[in-house]
């Protein structure tokens, strides 16, 4: 009698929700951590040093996709993801 494994659809289902689940707490939790980053750095006000690190993630962020963009398209979408 042979044992029933898990599905392959179901193991790469549980694979990619939590690859997904774990981009997501990368993703937040540096924002929610600002504040307290922010008392760190008690020269500046603490909404200063926060709309800083905002603005400068966000464009950070923008010039990735840009360069990621421009990288995958040339090299092409397998060979990029290797």
Do not use: W
Not at 52 to 73: D, I, M, P, W, Y
Request: hydrophobic share 50%; net charge negative.
């Amino acid at each position: 009698i042979e044992k029933e494994s898990v599905p392959e659809d179901l193991r790469l289902d549980l694979v990619l929700s939590c690859a997904y689940a774990c981009g997501m707490i990368a993703l937040t939790t540096p924002v929610v951590l600002l504040p307290v980053i922010a008392v760190d750095h008690a020269a500046t006000s603490t909404v200063v040093f926060i709309a800083g690190v905002a603005s400068v993630a966000t464009l950070g962020g923008a010039l990735g996709k840009f360069v990621n963009g421009f990288v995958c398209q040339a090299i092409g979408g397998k060979t990029s993801s290797r």
